[in-house]
């Protein structure tokens, strides 16, 4: 296969609404159409289309060679797209739950994340590896997991996790074309829930730039992915108790736009951090100590973490695992009670 | 090479000769009984499911024989690490079927206090090893399990099985290897039922078998009728007398069907072959066990309706009991995540406790989509 790269910039199109799965689709569609380097598989993303139906009609548009099911087994799927990622191909691997991810552990943190610097620079690894991720469909500890901060923890990785369809096309877009291997982690509880118009032809959102999803005064709520909308229904109610919520999106973990997270919370002087991941060592004890490192002298009250339990995540009291919006508003109140 | 596939009863029922195992009148019946119970408890799981009443139910419908065969030849001491399509087995040990429903329901009357999805068992009573969804990872713990019986000078057995898509697994690979060098007294069944999920199992390996894996790893491989309950029973009584006898681990594939969908969230029209499906119904179990028992005049209409009738107001029974039994409560959360909890967990257990108090948290959640 001859590489043909990334046509250059299509003509503009309009918009489409599209929910946050059909946006992942849309983009990976976009891109296979782009660039035949492009190759999408992993469990029952063939013919059956994903078992949420993220690469529903590929299998159909680009045949088997470029969009095929393997065998059972995470190794082989990440492990296969490193190899094809090295030899030239921009491969997509499938991860069908973030909570299967383990087998294929070593092949992303040994191997991938690795190949360039271990070989000074003569081997890359373009791959995207995509993968649901978080809790609210009922699916107990194996379907629920939100281990982003395993990723974040491994130089050489980029993390993106978008919120918005309209991100989740751009910055899944960024990601198959970027240089560096990229953890694309979907918040499944949004798929169907998440929808908003989203350009239906070339759309790209750069990696590493936070979105201020909605503009405050008083306090700073920092977030990503599933999150997002449990956030700013908090900001909302604040606002009707007279609090000026500022809600950031990250959208991209690592690299992490800490201009923009200094900068609002400058502005603000309170600082929340939302993450439904189990509290200790997650990624928001990342942003709690930057935050704490580059702008204490700015904070009006302490750093407030709302994040899930330091438990496996559970089944049938998962309501309350999963940080929503009250314990989101008592952690803005605690930020205030200083 | 190749494996032939090992059978006892024809599509008839009718048994070869010098192949039946001769098992008395008594056992047949019951294990009859079981398998009609078995499907009796899957037909109810998934109506419930429908309904609305448990999240999410995933059925063995069509696997009867293969996986109770399969653990029929176990004695009650012996060990099982399971996949998550044997609910038969659970009957075969006598667990009550109310702690069963319980488990659906994930309430305070389940075992492993609604901690994980409905069909994700742990039995310590039954010998029956807690089910994780992730695929294969119980195949090189049941290889651990039997080394340390060596080591101890146990003489228990341990069974464990896997679907045709675990055989890709890296612990498929690694816990046949470990017991085989080990010489574990393990027995893999591997329940070839054509598919995983979408997969079929031509594009799961291109050996001509699952059995023929075995060769590679040193131990006898074994291709059975997986409907034919008596050849599945047969074939592992001989793997499990292997075991006991020090003689290490087998192999068995037992060929079958996954005549239901993957499970409640899965619709298999979108992608199998409907004459495959219509064939393979053909092929049924219980069916095919009637018929021998018929053969044997063991069979009655009389006998079919007590299996069959009993079975379902035994799940009803249970299905009411459990139903009416309260989630665990929201404290229970933090128990169990180390033997006693630390200082962290107590802290998030109070603020979780104070928070409550003031009430209104609790997020919406959706329904499982697989
Ligand atoms: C490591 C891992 N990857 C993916 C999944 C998602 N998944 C659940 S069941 C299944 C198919 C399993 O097929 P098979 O082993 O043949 O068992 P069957 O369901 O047919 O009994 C998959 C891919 C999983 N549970 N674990
Ligand atoms: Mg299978």
Redesign the pocket.
């Known amino acids: 296969m001859t590489a043909t790269g990334t046509k250059s910039a299509a003509a503009k199109a309009g918009t489409k609404v599209m929910t946050l799965l059909e946006a992942i689709t849309d983009a990976m569609r976009t891109e296979m159409r782009n660039d035949d380097r492009v190759v999408v598989f992993g469990?029952?993303v063939g013919k059956k289309g994903g078992v949420f139906g993220a690469t529903m009609g590929l299998f159909d548009e680009f045949g088997e060679k470029r969009c095929f099911d393997t065998p059972?087994s995470?190794c082989g799927i990440v492990g296969t797209a490193v190899g094809m990622a090295v030899y030239g191909l921009r491969p997509i691997a499938e991860i069908?739950?973030l909570d299967?991810i383990y087998?294929a552990f070593d092949q992303i943190v040994s191997e991938a994340a690795k190949m360039r610097y271990r070989s000074g620079g003569e081997y890359t690894c373009p791959l995207v590896i995509r993968s649901p991720y978080g809790g609210g469909i009922r699916g107990g500890h194996?379907h629920s997991q939100s281990s982003e901060a395993y990723f974040c923890h491994t130089p050489g990785l980029k993390v993106v996790i978008p919120s918005t369809p309209a991100d989740a096309k751009g910055l899944l877009v960024a990601s198959i074309r970027d240089e560096d291997p990229v953890m694309f982690l979907e918040p499944k509880a949004l798929y169907r829930h998440a929808k908003g118009e989203v350009p239906t032809g070339e759309h790209v959102v750069p990696i590493g730039k936070a979105r201020i999803a909605r503009e405050g005064t008083d306090v700073t709520v920092l977030c990503y992915g599933a999150m997002v909308p449990v956030c700013e229904q908090a900001a909302q109610a604040a606002a009707e108790q007279g609090r000026s919520v500022e809600v950031i999106d990250l959208r991209t973990l690592v690299p992490l736009d800490e201009a923009a997270v200094i900068a609002s919370v400058k502005k603000t002087g309170r600082c929340v951090v939302v993450y439904e991941a189990p509290k200790t060592c997650g990624y928001g004890a990342e942003l709690s100590a930057i935050v704490a490192e580059k702008c204490i002298e700015y904070l009006e009250g302490p750093i407030v973490r709302v994040a899930g339990f330091d438990t496996p995540f559970p089944y049938t009291l998962e309501h309350l695992y999963m940080p929503d919006q009250k314990r989101v508003l008592a952690g803005i109140d605690k930020t205030f009670a200083w | 090479m190749s494996l032939e596939l090992l059978s006892i009863l024809d599509q008839d029922g009718k048994a070869q000769k010098g192949k039946d195992p001769n098992l008395p009148p008594k056992e047949l019946q019951k294990l009859y009984r079981l398998m009609v119970a078995t499907r009796a408890l899957d037909d109810r799981g998934l109506a419930l499911q429908r309904q609305g009443r448990i999240g999410f139910y995933l059925q063995s419908t069509g696997q009867e024989a293969s996986h109770l065969g399969a653990a029929y030849a176990l004695k009650d001491s012996d060990w099982l690490f399971p996949?998550?399509?044997q609910p038969g087995i659970l009957l075969l040990r006598s667990v009550p079927i109310e702690q069963i429903v319980c488990e659906w329901f994930g309430n305070e009357g389940d075992t492993s206090k609604g901690r994980q999805m409905p069909v994700h068992y742990s039995f310590r009573q039954a010998n029956f090893v807690s089910i994780s969804?992730?695929?294969?990872t119980q195949l090189t713990q049941a290889a651990g399990a039997g080394m340390a019986a060596r080591i101890r000078g146990d003489d228990t057995v341990f069974m464990t099985f896997?679907?045709?898509?675990?055989?890709s697994?890296n612990d498929f690979h690694t816990g046949l290897n470990f017991a085989a060098v080990y010489k574990a007294p393990v027995v893999f069944v591997c329940?070839?039922?054509g598919?995983?999920?979408s997969?079929p199992?031509s594009k799961?390996t291109v050996s001509e078998s699952m059995a023929i894996k075995a060769e590679a790893y040193g131990m006898p491989g074994v291709r059975v009728d997986g409907n034919d309950v008596l050849a599945v029973y047969r074939v592992c009584k001989e793997a499990v007398d292997r075991a006991r006898k020090g003689e290490g681990p087998t192999l068995v594939e037992t060929v079958t069907y996954?005549i239901a969908s993957?499970s409640s969230s899965d619709d298999a029209a979108r992608y199998r072959d409907a004459k495959e499906f219509e064939a393979w119904k053909k092929k049924d179990p219980i069916a095919r066990f009637q018929q021998y028992l018929k053969h044997k005049k063991l069979w009655t209409e009389a006998f079919e309706q007590e299996c069959l009738e009993g079975a379902k107001a035994d799940i009803a029974a249970a299905v009411k009991a459990a139903e009416a039994r309260p989630n665990p409560g929201p404290e229970t959360m933090f128990d169990d995540v180390y033997m006693n909890p630390t200082p962290q967990l107590k802290e998030q257990r109070q603020e979780l406790h104070e928070l409550m108090q003031k009430g209104g948290v609790g997020a919406d959640v959706g329904h499982f989509p697989l």
């Not at chain 2, 896997?162 to 055989?167: A, L, P, Q, R």
Request: glycine fraction near 12%.
């Open positions: 469990e029952d059972l995470e069908q739950f299967f087998p194996y | 996949a998550y399509r969804s992730p695929i294969g896997c679907g045709d898509g675990g055989t697994s329940e070839n039922n598919w995983a999920i997969v199992s799961q996954r993957h």
